[in-house]
C-alpha cells in the first residue's frame, strides 16, 4: 500500500470529548471516523486490523469446534416477546416496522434468532454439543456513548451460542470458551482476567466478563491477594464477620429519640457501634411495589443483587412522601418491626434481609415514628422479612470468602461467556432434542461474545506510548514501513520502490511512505499509526 | 468437518413456494433457512460459500486499488434528506429513531455515507482517484421477496464509491470497474452481459448491470445479434423507421367518428396505417400534474422513460373521470390540438411527445370530442408539445441501432456500476476536493455493487442438476468429500479416517461423512449439495 493513497489521514487535532488513549490515537492515526455519536467509520487502516482480530478468533473459534454462519440481523419481534424481552431490554433494543406492518428488533445480542433456528430442526442427542457463531452488527439503544470503540451505539461482535444435553456436558463447552477466549485474547497481546458478572437482561445463573485491567475501562471489580477470587462489583460476595451473635437477646424497648435521619444521627444518639445499627432502605420497583432492604449498619446494599432477589427489573428510592402516606412510617425512622400492620389498603411491601442479621443481635434503629427509636431488636422475635439473602455490597479491603482481602480494580470487558441454561429453551415453544431415551428435551444452552471493536482499542490502551500506538505483530495494519525520507533525492526514492516492490513480491504487508511530506513529518506518522519496522531510505 | 457434526441437514420436502432451482437446492441441502420472508439464516454451508465469493471480490477490488473499510449501518436521516431520497427511495428505506429521538434510516445503499465521511477531510486531487468500498449488510423494504436468495429484505452486498476529479479520470474508473466485476464473475464460473440500464434512484446519467441470463432472472433486456448492443427493458432504445416523412402536410380536418375508444376501433374506421394513428395517453404524476404522452400508434410508451423525461417519481393512468372534468376532453378521444385551451382553471398539464412524431405526417386520432375525429394532424403546426424525447417502450424485433435486430432476454442482475457524476457532492456542501489550480471542487462520483447472496444462487442457477449443485471449484464448500459407505465396517471406518486425517494435515477443506446412513442416502447428499470430487471408502 502507497501512504500517499491511503484514505484517512493522521489528524493533529483532537477534541475535547476525546480522553481515552484508544479514542485519541485510534483518530489521529487514521484508524476511525465519528459518523454520529457512538457509531463509528472503520477506515482502511482500521479495517485491517479488525481482520486480523477477526481471523484469531475465527480460528480459535474453529479450532474449538464451533460452526460459523450469520443471521438476520432485524429479528421478529414476535420472538422477543416469546423471551419477555421487550420489555426487560426494551430499554435498549431499537424496534422498526417495514411497509407490510410486520415489526422487527434490530439485533443487539441473537439468543432468540439462533433458538428459532435451532427448533426448525429435529436435532437428537447425538447433534450435540453444537455451538454456532457469526460475525455480526449489532444494535445497542446506549444513553450515552464515550471512548471512541469502548461504548458505542452499533459494533461487529463475535456472538456464539452453545447447545448441549445438559448442564454436565454445557460445563464442557464452557470451560473449553473459557480456554479459547484466554487464547485468543492470549494471541491479541491481552491478558485478561475472567471475572464472574451479571448476567444483565441476558438471563442465566452464570456468566463471567473477560476484562482486560486498565483505568480506561468501565467494569469495576474486585480480586483477592492470588487472583482465585475475581468479581464484578455488582455480583462480588465477601465474608461477612460475625460480630455479637453470641450475646443475649434483650427484651426490645422502645425510648424518644430526637435526632437527624441519617445513620450518624443514630450512632452518635445512641452511642453503641455502627454494626449494630439497623439500616432500612426503602425501594419502590417497575411494577410499584415497595421493598425494604434491611442491613447491618456498617454495611451497604447492593441494588442489583437485590434487582435479582425480588425479581425486579429497576428499583428506585422511595420518596419521603410515599414512605409517610403509603407506609404511615417516617423518612430515617423506618422500620421492619410492625410496618406491615401499617400499610395503607392497595400497598404491597416485600421485607428483604441481608443475611448479615444472623451475625448480629440486639440491634437498635427506627420505629416507624418521628424522634423514636427502638432498641434491642432481634429478626425472626421482633419482625419476619419475607426474602433473606445476600445483598451487601462489596468494598476494598472486606475479607474475600476464597481468603486474603478484596482489592477494587478497573477494567475493560473484551469479551463474556454466559450459562443460559433452560432459560430460552423454556421460553420458547418447541427448542427440544431427542434424548437416548427417545424424549424431546430442552436444549441446556451458553453464549459467548467478543466485541471486536472494543478489542482494538483495549490492545491500543495496553500498547501506546504517548506519540503512538505500539501494535503487537499479530494486528499490525502492515509488516513493514519504508518511510522515503527525502521526495526529491530520485536515487532514494528508486531504491525505496524497489524494496517496496521487491516485498510485495515475498507477500510482505507493506507500506511505503510516498507522500510529499518532510522526513520529520513522515516519521512522526509511522509513530503515530503504529508502523513496528520502520525501514528509513 | 465431520458431517455428522455439520450444522443444517439435507431436506428433502421443500415448499411449494420454492419455485427456482437455486432456492430449492440452496434449501435441501442445507446451505440457507429463511428467518421470515426474505430473510435468512446463511448457514455454515452457505456460510463458506459466501466467504469464498467474497474473498474474491475482495482480491480483485484490491488488484483494483480500491480500499476495503467499514461504515456504520444506521444513516443518520438527515443525509438522506439532503439528497431527497427519503422521498423518492422512501417506498423502500426503512426508518428507525433512537431514545434520545435521533432519526435513522437503514441503509439500503451508502452514497451519503461515503459523501459524508470524504467531506470530513480536505483532500487533494493528489489523493485522487479513490475508490472506497465495503462488505456490509443492505435493507430493502421490498414489496414482495422470492426465489430464496435472489430477491431478498436483507442481504450482503459488497458496494464501493469512486471519487474523481472529473468525468474524464471517472470514466478510467468506470471502466476498471467493468473489467474487474467481468474478471471477478468469470473467477465465479458466472459469464456477465454488461447492460444499460436505468439508474433508479440512485441517480447519475449512465448505469450497467452485470447480468447472466437465466430463466429464473428478473431483469428483462435486449440484445442485438452480436451483442454489441444490450439494455434494460426499461432504458432500450431501436432505430425508428421513417414512414411518410416526405409527404406533403395536408389541411387538417375533423368528422364525425362514431367508434370504440381503442386503437383497432380507430384503425377500422378509417382504414389507415395503425403507425399513422396519434396515440394519446394521459398519465398523473405523484404531484397531480396531467401528462400527455404522445407517440406514433404502433409504438406504446415506456413509463420508465416517461418518468425520467418529466422529473417525475410515478406514474398512474388517468381516471375517465379526470379526463372528462379537469380536461374537458374524452377518453378514447384525446387530442393533443386545442387542449391546454380547454383545462379547468388550476390543472396543470404537460404534453410530451415521442421522436417517432418526426417520422410520420397527416396523423389521424381523437378531438376531444366524443365521437369526432381529426384527419392529418401534423406537430408543431397544429399542436405543440412541451417535451420531445424518446419515450418508446422497445420490442423484440425492431431493429438495433448498432445494426442487426433487437431479441428479448431474461437474466438475474448479479452486479451493477454507476456513473453518479456530481448528483450527490452537488446536493451534500463541502464535498469538494481541492484542484491543481488551487479552486475547490466537487468530486465526480460513480458507485458498484455486487450482492453476494444473489450471486451465490445465481452460481447455482448456472451449475446444478436435477439432483444436486455442481459447484465451480472456485467456491465449492469443500475440496473433497470423503463417504464412508458402511459405518459397520471397523476397518474402512478406518481408512476412512486415516484418509480424513492426512488431507486434514495437508490443509485439504475436507468433509468426511461419517454420518449413521446407508450409502446410498450419503451419495445423494453428496450429490446435493455439490460435493465434486468424491471419494468412497
Redo the contacts between chains.
Sequence with gaps: MRY??????TEKKISADMVSASHKLLYKGGYI?E??AG??????L??RV?NKIIDIVRDEMNRA?A??????????LELWKETNRTNEAG??L???K???G?EFA?GGTAEE?FV??IR??QLSY??LP?N?YQF??K?R?E?RARGGLLRV??F?MKDAYSFDIDEESFKKEYMKMWETYTRIFNRLGLETIAVESDNGYIGGEYCHEFVVESDAGESKFFVNDDKSYAAHEDVAIFRKDVKNADEEIKDMTEIEAVRGTTMEDGLKLHNLPIWQQLKDVMYVNEKGKFILALIRGDYDVNEVKLIHLTHSIELRHATPEEIRNDLTSEPGFISPVGIKAKLKEGVNLVIVSDDSLRTVKNMYGGSNKLNFDRLDMNIDRDYQVDVEGDIALTKEGYDCTKGGKLYARKGIEVGNIFQLGYHYTNLMKGAVYTDKDGKRKPYYMGCYGIGIGRTMATIVEKYHTENGIKWPETVAPFDTEIVILNMKDEARVAEAEKAYADMLGKGINVLLDDR?KSAGEKLMDADLIGANNVLKI
Excluded: C
Design positions: 500517499s493513497k491511503l484514505f484517512g489521514k471516523r459518523s454520529t457509531r463509528y467509520y472503520i477506515l482502511p482500521g479495517w479488525f469446534g460452526q460459523e454462519m450469520v443471521a438476520p440481523l432485524l429479528h421478529p430499554f435498549e431499537m424496534q422498526v417495514d411497509r407490510r410486520a434490530l434468532m428459532d433456528l426448525k430442526y447425538k447433534d453444537l454456532l455480526s452488527t444494535f439503544d444513553l451505539r452499533e461487529i510529499n
